[in-house]
């Protein structure tokens, strides 16, 4: 993150509580996704980095930060969309984990996981705690999430996978 | 050929590898084995869908003719493709979609890894979120093909059948070109051959493990550095680009 000035940084906060739109109990500053703001050229430039290549909320993310930004009479804005450094589930603050978890998503655990799924990681069923957990399907309703269900109280649930 | 002009070729190349399969791979949307299965492949098709956008993009800023990357998706005709054969192949059944992605997922692993020390950011940049995505593509066609090589008589037959059907697609993913050399002079494109040694081993490791036999046809089919397809191109082509040719720059 770079340093903000007073103006930059105003708009940055302004635009640091847009919910996510798949996962509204966090917002694009929670997930990392919403990486600078910079005043270039009379432009405010807002840079943003996908989770995923494909990640189909960043057009409506674009469009939330161009209304909201707008709602305070700012219209000279540029979003710019940045692949460096490429996001990493790490960026999540402890915060958002706190709030996946409460959400029913199991938060990831941490992204040095350079064995994906093994059996020395296991997953936390965020309803009950349990540890006994096991994996139905390594892609979820969305390209960040997991399926899995817990053996215990037996609810199936989401794992925001380590990426 | 410059450098630049060699730059754009690897790019599409890239671009339309990810665009082919991931259209191929969303054909399986709704018609999947169970639900989870619908999820997963229309999930990997979303990944190849955002790489497709990430590389064509980067060509149309590096070919300068103000095209985007809508253009080039939707707009060449077929000899203007380059993707590998392979990704063009239909769905078949379950075990022809999974031995694709086998090949094809456990050489983008290894392609990716390496293409991210690319001297070239973009490529870098694009390659190092694609192996984060790939590695649980590869996961997943690891997985099934031990499940099914190592199933029922009627499920290892069928995966033997399908990795044995696209094996002569496969020699294509290795071809070097002038492309290729031009690149990897400065470093920005990789090279093929320490890739297919790593592709084989871990092909083979899968293979043993899913009772399965390594192919031995010798026979490679090749074509798309050229630009020359296989008939199935020009339906796949007739349905992605239809709303495209017939409402030409429709927006909604």
Same mark, same amino acid.
């Given at each position: 993150m770079v340093t903000l000035n007073q103006q930059t940084e105003q708009v940055y906060n302004w635009i640091s509580d847009i919910p996510d739109p798949e996962i509204p109990v966090i917002t694009i500053k929670d997930l990392g996704m919403l990486r600078n703001v910079k005043f270039e050229n009379g432009n405010y430039v807002v840079t943003i980095t996908p989770t995923y290549t494909a990640c189909p909320a960043m057009k409506m993310i674009e469009d939330q930060i161009i209304e909201v930004?707008?709602?305070?009479?700012?219209?000279?804005?540029?979003?710019?969309?940045?692949?460096?450094?490429?996001?990493? @589930?790490?960026?999540? #603050? &402890?915060?958002? !984990?706190?709030?996946? =978890?409460?959400?029913?998503?199991?938060?990831?655990?941490?992204?040095?996981?350079?064995?994906?799924?093994?059996?020395?990681?296991?997953?936390?069923?965020?309803?009950?705690?349990?540890?006994?957990?096991?994996?139905? @399907?390594?892609?979820? #309703? &969305?390209?960040? !999430?997991?399926?899995? =269900?817990c053996d215990d109280c037996k609810e199936v649930f989401d794992l925001f996978k380590c990426h | 050929m410059t450098t630049k002009e060699a730059l754009y070729n690897y790019s599409l190349r890239m671009g339309d590898n990810a665009l082919i399969l991931g259209h191929r791979l969303s054909e399986w949307c709704s018609k999947a084995p169970i639900i989870e299965e619908d999820l997963a492949l229309t999930n990997v098709a979303l990944d190849m869908i955002g790489r497709a956008q990430a590389f064509l993009k980067y060509s149309a800023i590096l070919k300068n003719e103000g095209q985007t990357e809508d253009d080039l998706a939707y707009c060449r005709s077929e000899k203007e493709y380059h993707n590998h054969l392979i990704t063009e192949q239909p769905n078949g059944d379950f075990a022809h979609t999974i031995a694709r992605q086998l090949y094809i997922s456990i050489f983008e692993y290894h392609f990716f890894s390496h293409l991210e020390q690319s001297a070239d950011v973009e490529f870098a940049a694009i390659a190092a979120k694609a192996v984060k995505e790939v590695k649980y593509h590869r996961e997943h066609a690891i997985d099934w093909t031990i499940r099914l090589g190592d199933g029922t008589a009627e499920s290892h037959k069928r995966m033997q059948a399908a990795i044995n059907d696209l094996w002569m697609w496969t020699g294509e993913l290795f071809e070097m070109d002038e492309v290729d050399t031009i690149l990897l002079k400065d470093g920005i494109s990789v090279d093929l051959a320490p890739i297919r040694d790593?592709?084989?081993?871990?092909?083979?490791?899968?293979?043993?493990?899913?009772?399965?036999?390594?192919?031995?046809?010798?026979?490679?089919?090749?074509?798309?550095?050229?630009?020359?397809?296989?008939?199935?191109?020009?339906?796949?082509?007739?349905?992605?680009?239809?709303?495209?040719?017939?409402?030409?720059?429709?927006?909604?």
């Open positions: 930004l707008g709602t305070h009479n700012i219209h000279n804005v540029k979003v710019d969309l940045t692949y460096t450094p490429a996001w990493t @589930s790490d960026w999540l #603050s &402890t915060e958002a !984990k706190v709030k996946l =978890k409460k959400y029913g998503i199991a938060p990831p655990s941490h992204s040095s996981c350079t064995k994906l799924f093994s059996a020395e990681e296991r997953t936390v069923c965020p309803r009950c705690n349990s540890n006994h957990t096991s994996l139905i @399907s390594r892609f979820g #309703s &969305t390209a960040c !999430k997991a399926l899995y =269900k | 790593l592709w084989k081993k871990e092909l083979d490791k899968v293979l043993l493990e899913a009772m399965l036999v390594f192919p031995e046809a010798e026979y490679m089919q090749s074509g798309s550095r050229k630009g020359i397809h296989t008939e199935n191109m020009g339906h796949i082509l007739s349905e992605m680009q239809y709303l495209q040719r017939a409402y030409p720059d429709a927006k909604w």
